[in-house]
């Protein structure tokens, strides 16, 4: 399920009621605003051509007093928009206090991924499934920078912040896949901290949580795990450090610094991003790999062998990421 | 005041070309003496705004080239073109510069020291010394930043948000945040320059309601420079002191808080928009005027509405935060404050309008720029107001429709101001024209680039592309690629008035001292006026913009 868009669109999909009314909401301002403007830009136009240096005209004063013209242009138009004032403001005072019966996705913003945990414990990276017909409230914090969370489908962004909890909630109201975005600029691959949402009926997002689609564990995210917690500086082809490359390690015999040789399996591969030196170490390597006990946590630590697992091919006929993590995000499919 | 006091005897052999007959045997300011030293150690606030004009133009060029390098990169949607770091350090480098460098001083320090105090009747600024030092210390700052761009650039973005340039960025960020700090109490000395000579440098009959619409902008605009600019000052200063020493005020790791950065950044950040704004209007309105031979419609109320815009723009500041953790409260408060900051910029547009009606037009290039900027201005403001609106906010904030919005309030506010302002004024500061049909050619060219380059960014962020994006779906590449198309254009517009203003230096025709019939005391005197400004004692007008076409209300009103 990827998302279908045409090559011009011109209108943004709109999932949420909270979504629909926003663009009524826009769309009646720019009538308004249409008919604030378009008058001066006429009058100017007509102005220029017809009280043009050298033009017959009539260019006796008006005696319109000044006064009244200014006191009303200045008020009239305020008044009217602040109708849209007080119509936005409803919407996104609605926007901001979600139904006590909302389900409470938790979301983690890190440079540069969004982890998502159901209320069933399931977790997936990037790609969200959330149920429609239903409030869904996403509790968002931070790990490190400022992140935003952004759905255009539902009109609807708010910040993750570092150490304080902020929320956002919608209803959707129709099944589909769409984009979701970080919208606060947050570092070098901001533009990579992008996935999908897909909303989809009840029946098929539990079908989705118990039979496996939430296992989410494909090569895609555990790229994504591999890309936010830097594994990429030191182990990448193009990188300053000397460290071992990764790619095809899985299943291969690894000759270690203290002379014996082990198997690259999973229990070798979790051993070593846990506490990588010790007796641990590869032959001809120095001991300078941090490590990763307590930081990452266990489904992370998966996702990420299964990564190491696929040959660190991110899709089907993508290159393995073997230089930059450029455009990595942008095939993955799963 | 005396260190570029005329020499005449030394100088007329240097003379490329005579000064204006009715100096005589006085020579103008830029042939008063012409070593590098007497520009270099010059008091005299003529040659000053032109050491600015020289310095911004340098920086506006930079600018652009990171804007080219901007759109060079977004032709292409998987970010081919360029590593995301190079990109984000192009964006970074364009706002920093743009900005900063810009923006900021554009207007008040080239044309407003140059024309405060001729239009005041007075012979320079209240501190000429100080001008001087504003000047070193602007330069010193801009060129500190620069040396951040020169070791490896800085990837934060112009905004700096804490804890990405405080604890995670790798980029050169300390030098970046040093230099604009540095160029902060630039603006605060050009600030307190500005109001110590609109308030006691006037000349005798040069009342408040004499002054022209131009010296009660930048009035309005010192007084935001005075107030504004220490807080952003105190804020990068506990940035830097945050990056180097943990000191744990923004970074929540130390027991910061992230969002109170925010605040403090906007608190100068919104009002330093009307920093950028109002010298503009000020600008337009000389230009619509003497280009219409009329009385400016409703002088008051647009003198009024300067000082009421930088008064209401100290309390919106929190527009820009709606969705970043600020409370709903004052998200309420600070949507209904945005809807009136419109209203006295609303007023200017409708008053230039009237003053047209009716009035004796000749569209030259000073005048097309004009109406240029009304049509781009009106837009960036609307489209602010759809950004107030809350709703709105939560769909399009740190979208490209921002992008958008406020390109069409810097660069079809602040840079169409300044260049209809530099060809109105360009036979005052150099005493040459410019070739006419050239200059209609540009303003014509960048009105037509700015618009392909930009209102495609308010359709892109409608449809949620999201900004500072190096890399973005490929269903948003066409209009991506129209905007760069029309930055092309943009560039041409740019480049074409920096080749025929300079040729017009040598070759352009004398200018007279009033080529455009204008009205205002820069224009009672030479092209380019004396070291002093005014030979004799200015004569004030009883009343301002005394143009031959007045509307009923100006006689009762000032009669």
């Keep these: 399920m990827t998302p279908h868009h045409s090559a011009l669109e011109l209108w943004p999909a709109a999932v949420s009621a909270k979504a629909v009314e926003t663009d009524y909401l826009i769309l009646a301002f720019t009538v308004l605003t249409l008919a604030l403007t378009v008058p001066v830009f006429l009058a100017i136009t007509w102005f220029a051509l017809r009280y043009r240096d050298g033009q017959e005209a009539d260019r006796e004063p008006s005696g319109i007093r000044s006064n009244l013209v200014e006191i009303s242009w200045m008020l009239i138009p305020f008044a009217l928009t602040l109708i849209f004032f007080a119509w936005g403001a409803r919407l996104f005072v609605h926007s901001k206090n979600p139904p006590p019966d909302a389900m409470v996705i938790e979301a983690i913003g890190r440079q540069w991924m969004w982890k998502f945990q159901h209320p069933t414990g399931q977790s997936e990276i990037n790609d969200l499934h959330v149920p429609i017909n239903q409030p869904v409230k996403l509790r968002i914090i931070s790990q490190d920078v400022i992140h935003a969370l952004y759905l255009p489908a539902v009109r609807m962004q708010v910040a993750a912040i570092p150490g304080r909890y902020t929320e956002l909630w919608f209803k959707a109201d129709r099944a589909g896949t769409y984009h979701l975005y970080c919208s606060e600029y947050c570092g070098t691959d901001h533009s990579l901290m992008e996935g999908r949402i897909t909303f989809m009926e009840p029946g098929d997002y539990q079908e989705w949580l118990t039979h496996g689609g939430a296992q989410q564990s494909g090569p895609a995210a555990g790229l994504a795990v591999y890309n936010a917690y830097g594994c990429g500086t030191c182990h990448n082809a193009d990188s300053q450090i000397r460290a071992p490359r990764l790619a095809g390690l899985y299943g291969r015999e690894v000759k270690l610094a203290d002379g014996t040789t082990r198997v690259a399996d999973d229990t070798y591969l979790r051993e070593k991003i846990l506490n990588p030196n010790g007796n641990r170490l590869a032959e001809g390597y120095k001991q300078i790999m941090p490590s990763y006990a307590g930081k990452v946590p266990d489904d992370d630590l998966t996702r990420l062998i299964n990564y190491l697992k696929s040959d660190m091919r991110a899709a089907a006929g993508a290159p393995a990421a073997q230089g930059s993590t450029q455009g990595s995000a942008q095939g993955a499919t799963p | ?559």
């Design chain 2, 1 to 559: 005041m005396s260190a570029s006091g005329t020499v005449e005897g030394e100088v007329a052999s240097r003379e490329p070309h005579a000064p204006e007959a009715t100096l005589g045997r006085h020579a103008d300011y830029l042939h008063a003496k012409s070593t590098l030293r007497s520009w270099f150690l010059t008091t005299d606030h003529k040659r000053i705004a032109i050491l600015y004009l020289a310095s911004i133009t340098a920086f506006f060029v930079i600018g652009a080239v990171a804007a080219g390098v901007v759109r060079l990169a977004l032709i292409v949607p998987n970010g081919a073109i360029m590593t995301n770091d190079t990109y984000n350090k192009a964006f970074t480098i364009h706002g920093v510069v743009m900005v900063w460098f810009f923006l900021i001083p554009s207007i008040p320090a080239t044309f407003g020291n140059f024309l405060i105090p001729l239009m005041i009747g007075a012979k320079d600024l209240a501190f000429p010394k100080l001008n001087l030092t504003s000047w070193y210390i602007f330069m010193g700052g801009a060129l500190f930043t620069m040396v951040s761009v020169v070791l490896g650039g800085v990837d934060t973005g112009w905004t700096f948000y804490a804890p990405l340039s405080t604890a995670f960025s790798n980029s050169w960020v300390l030098p970046a945040l040093i230099g604009v700090t540095i160029v902060g109490f630039s603006s605060i000395l050009t600030g307190l320059n500005f109001v110590v000579t609109i308030h006691t440098m006037r000349a005798p009959g040069m009342t408040w309601f004499k002054l022209p619409i131009f010296v009660w902008a930048h009035y309005a605009t010192s007084l935001i420079f005075l107030l504004a600019t220490p807080v952003i000052t105190t804020a990068l200063i506990l940035l830097i002191m945050e990056r180097a020493f943990h000191i744990g005020v923004f970074d929540p790791a130390y027991g910061g808080d992230p969002v109170l950065f925010q605040h403090l950044f906007w608190f100068y950040s919104h009002p330093a928009v009307y920093i950028m704004v109002l010298p503009g209007m000020g600008v337009i309105s000389e230009i619509v005027p003497a280009f219409a031979q009329k009385k400016l419609f409703g002088y008051r109320f647009v003198a009024y509405a300067s000082i009421g815009l930088a008064s209401v723009t100290f309390f919106v500041w929190g527009h820009h935060m709606f969705v970043n953790g600020q409370s709903d409260l004052a998200s309420l408060a600070f949507s209904v404050l945005s809807f009136a900051v419109a209203v006295p910029s609303a007023v200017k547009v409708y008053n230039w309008t009237a003053t047209i009606h009716k009035g004796r037009l000749r569209l030259d290039t000073p005048m097309l720029y004009a109406m240029g900027y009304i049509g781009l201005f009106v837009l960036g403001g609307l489209t602010g107001l759809y950004l107030a609106t809350l709703a709105v906010n939560q769909h399009v904030h740190a979208t490209y429709f921002v992008v958008a919005h406020f390109h069409y309030i810097m660069v079809g506010g602040t840079v169409l101001a300044f260049l209809g302002g530099l060809h109105f004024w360009w036979p005052k500061f150099t005493g040459r024209m410019y070739v006419e049909a050239w200059g209609r050619i540009s303003a014509v060219l960048i009105f037509i680039g700015f618009n392909v380059t930009f209102f495609p960014q308010f359709i892109l962020g409608y449809l949620g592309m999201p900004r500072r994006y190096a890399t973005y779906p490929p269903e948003f590449q066409l209009l991506n690629i129209l905007s760069s198309a029309g930055a092309t254009i943009l560039a041409a517009g740019y480049l074409f008035p920096m080749l025929y203003l300079v040729y017009s230096l040598w070759f352009g025709r004398k200018a007279p001292a009033n080529p455009w019939d204008a009205k205002g005391l820069e224009w009672e005197t030479a092209s380019p006026p004396p070291t002093h400004n005014f030979l004799g004692d200015p004569q004030v007008p009883k009343i301002p913009y005394d143009y031959p076409i007045q509307a009923q209300e100006a006689r009762s009103q000032h009669g």
